[in-house]
């Protein structure tokens, strides 16, 4: 498994360095957009023409992508950032776009040779890749960024950081860059609250800011800060409204309503506050016309009730101890399979 995980992202290195023209799509979270950074900062010494684009907020299938503004731009390599979309949806957009697509990831997915370097995809554990950003690390042999590194770290790990392997790596970088640890934290909610506000065009900024001037030029933007405030705000009013619907002791079901994209943010929250518990968070978002299911446990893995939701045809991504389901009508049926299985398997 070693060698061909290996080989698979020397491959997609060797793709990136070959191309003239790079289309980076990423996912529009901290680790994500400072994935693109790390990436556009190797291939800038080398003058590549780059094109970034973010995926429709919310959404995980190529309907999301913008096939037209690609298309124009006509690259050579797709080159996709911590985005857990699936095996199938990666062979429409290769066929539509005629260009290779190249994987960089660490959500759950099918193994695929070739350009498709996701270590969790071969097996390996959540603890060994925490985020798409070390993966560039370990994979591309990145040296000279590791606060950008760490900034993926803890957009993914959150508070686990403080009790996670690479503790002493992100502590290491706190003293290096002269950056500390909560203001690591407060750039990754400056980063997020732009995909939590729907607002796309503060995401193009966001990442322009960091790769212009770090994460210090980030945590003093002015235009970032008001974001944060605006979704603190929303934040606020969203717990407030938020109720116990269904108990199944091990499993508690929660229902949320706010107008903005702040169901990790909120299942997380409540997660916390149920640490021995596996929540289950339904979400209805009018704004991107989505209904989710947000399952979160920081006590319980959850990877073989995603799996088996996976093989019931259910529209679910996510990791060992997190999951998201989208509903296909508003209704959101699915939630009755969800209960199902999570009750089997922890009743
Ligand atoms: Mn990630």
Redesign the pocket.
């Known amino acids: 498994m070693t060698i061909r995980l290996l080989s698979n992202c020397k491959y997609v290195s060797r793709v990136i360095s070959a191309s003239e023209k790079v289309a980076i799509i990423h ?1 529009w ?1 901290t ?2 957009i400072a994935s693109s950074v790390l990436i556009a900062n190797t291939l800038m010494h080398r003058a590549k023409e780059l094109l970034f684009h973010v995926p429709k907020i919310g959404f995980y299938t190529i309907e999301s992508i913008d096939i037209e503004r690609l298309g124009n731009f006509s690259p050579n390599i797709i080159l996709i950032l ?1 985005y857990g979309i699936s095996l199938q949806e990666l062979k429409r957009l290769e066929s539509i776009l005629d260009a290779e697509v190249a994987i960089i990831d ?1 959500h759950i997915n099918e193994v695929w040779n070739g350009a498709f370097c996701n270590p969790i995809a071969f097996g390996y554990s959540e603890s060994l890749y925490p ?2 950003t070390w993966i560039i690390k370990e994979f591309m042999g990145i040296r000279d960024a590791n606060d950008v590194i760490t900034l ?1 770290l803890i957009g ?1 790990l959150g508070k686990l950081i403080e009790s996670h392997r690479l503790k002493d790596y992100v502590l290491k970088t706190c003293r290096e860059y002269d950056i500390s640890l909560t203001d690591f934290f407060k750039a990754v909610n400056i980063l997020d609250s732009c995909y939590k506000l729907i607002d796309k065009g503060c995401i193009e900024h966001a990442r322009e800011v960091l790769m212009r001037q770090g994460i210090k030029g980030v945590l003093s933007n002015e235009i970032l800060n008001d974001k944060l405030r605006l979704l603190r705000i929303e934040i606020e009013h969203a717990l407030k409204n938020i109720n116990l619907v269904k108990d199944h002791g091990i499993v508690k079901v929660f229902n949320l309503l706010s107008d903005y994209y702040v169901t990790s943010h909120i299942g997380r929250e409540i997660a916390y506050r149920f640490k021995n518990n596996i929540i289950v968070l339904k979400h209805s978002i009018q704004k991107l016309g989505l209904n989710y299911i947000y399952v979160r446990s920081y006590r319980y893995n959850l990877r073989n009730v995603l799996e088996k939701l996976r093989h019931e045809d259910l529209c679910v991504g996510g990791k060992d101890h997190v999951f998201v389901i989208t509903c296909m009508s508003s209704y959101c049926k699915e939630l009755d399979t969800v209960l199902k299985i999570l009750t089997k398997y922890f009743g």
Do not use: L, Q, R, Y
């Open positions: 996912h979270d680790d994500g911590d660490h985020s798409t993926g993914d």
